[in-house]
């Protein structure tokens, strides 16, 4: 066990993270598997570790800032769980079309009481957009709107949203614009809680399978979806966008990003949250859209999710007294890791967060709309101060 403790030790030293120390970010031990378990199972080991209750933090999200920056990870070399992943990803296609269903049974299904509780008052499960506020709500209605903006989106126009969650964007996009809105989704429980929501409007939610589509939209947005399409099938996804969208519409996609090229996630995260899920670098897009879309704006977002993350987690914990007879204490650790990991690794940049234009065949006269929400935002905040 000492050698154990002081390889594990020696390796934390360059994040200047020490065990059993007194700072936000240092890690208390309370069971000596700890050790072991993240030197047999790496990452997987150590969050395992951490819902087991064999070690904690004050502060995980500046933990893992500390250990990412350090670049601990890659120090540590691939383990087996790692390694395993990735052969499994390039002999199987993990996202095939009759796997589709798992990950909102997995995932999404886990409970519309727990979202509730954690999210903001439209139920957006996606990045918010913080420019000009510090209200998770406020900030949600702006990402909402900045989409829509990025749209040039008019009213009537036919709106398909690829992985809809509750209806947030179709129900935003249908009261504020008067769109017509098509949401997909994988999840039972999104579907019958998003028609609840969105009952009266000029919105159909579906659980339908983006392989499924077969009719043409104005335009197409997806916020958060594409990191369960899997490399293997990127470019068929964009195939299809193309197909389905029509030739002067925009197609905005907003997606978690890596730095570079993977073909499998985390094997926490896998176990534990995202099954079978994977984050798109850019080269991995833009030679799976080439060909079939026009890329006419890129924005990174990355900072905004951190703050989301933290938000998200500030939500979970304040509501967990109305949850906790339901999910269990392992879960509430497992759920906390999951937010406060998360957050470090934008934190770190490890991850980013963008939001990507796309037209059919390049629009004549160019792109005009990107990025004009603060522009719009702060004109209106003068107006009022008038």
């Known amino acids: 066990m000492g050698n154990t ?3 594990i030790k020696k390796l934390l030293e360059p994040a200047d993270i020490r065990i059993n120390g007194d700072r936000p970010w240092d890690i208390r031990v309370y069971n000596e598997r700890f050790y072991h378990a993240v030197i047999r199972n790496g990452s997987l080991g150590l969050g395992e570790a951490y819902m087991n209750g064999w070690w904690t933090s004050e ?6 800032l500390k250990l990412l920056n350090a670049e601990i ?7 087996l769980s790692i390694k395993f992943l990735y052969f499994k990803s390039l002999l199987l296609n993990q996202q095939r079309k009759n796997k589709a269903f798992e990950i909102g049974r997995r995932h999404y299904d886990l409970g519309n009481d727990l979202y509730i509780a954690m999210l903001d008052r439209r139920m957006v499960y996606t990045c918010a957009f913080w420019d000009h506020t510090d209200n998770l709500d406020e900030a949600q209605e702006a990402k909402l709107e900045l989409v829509c903006q990025k749209l040039d989106l008019k009213p009537a126009q036919k709106v398909l949203d690829i992985g809809c969650g509750w209806g947030s964007f179709a129900k935003y996009a249908a009261e504020k614009y008067g769109a017509c809105v098509t949401g997909i989704t994988v999840s039972k429980q999104q579907i ?13 939610l579906r659980l339908q399978d983006y392989r499924e589509l077969n009719e043409t939209f104005d335009h197409i947005v997806s916020l958060g979806m594409i990191e369960h399409v899997g490399y293997k099938n990127y470019a068929e996804y964009f195939r299809i966008i193309s197909k389905f969208l029509s030739d002067n519409g925009l197609f905005v996609l907003q997606t978690i990003g890596s730095n570079y090229p993977v073909r499998n996630t985390d094997p926490w995260i896998h ?13 991995q897009l833009s030679s799976a859209f080439e060909g079939s ?8 977002m990355s900072v905004d999710y951190d703050k989301t993350l933290m938000a998200w987690h500030s939500n979970f914990n304040r509501n967990w007294h109305r949850l906790k007879d339901l999910y269990g204490e392992r879960f509430f650790r497992m759920w906390n890791y999951y937010l406060l990991m998360s957050a470090g690794s934008f934190r770190a940049r490890k991850n980013q967060l963008w939001q990507i234009v796309l037209s059919k065949k390049g629009l004549p006269d160019g792109y005009k709309a990107s990025r004009i929400y603060t522009n719009l935002y702060d004109e209106k905040q003068f107006l009022q101060s008038l």
């Open 5 to 7: 403790a002081d390889y």
């Open 59 to 64: 502060k995980p999200d500046q933990f893992f």
């Open 73 to 79: 990870d890659s120090k540590a070399g691939a383990n």
């Open 192 to 204: 019958e809680l998003g028609r609840k929501l969105c009952h009266g409007l000029p919105v159909e």
């Open 271 to 283: 176990k534990y949250i995202f099954p079978n899920s994977m984050i798109p670098s850019i080269s």
């Open 293 to 300: 879309l026009v890329m006419e704006d890129w924005q990174n």
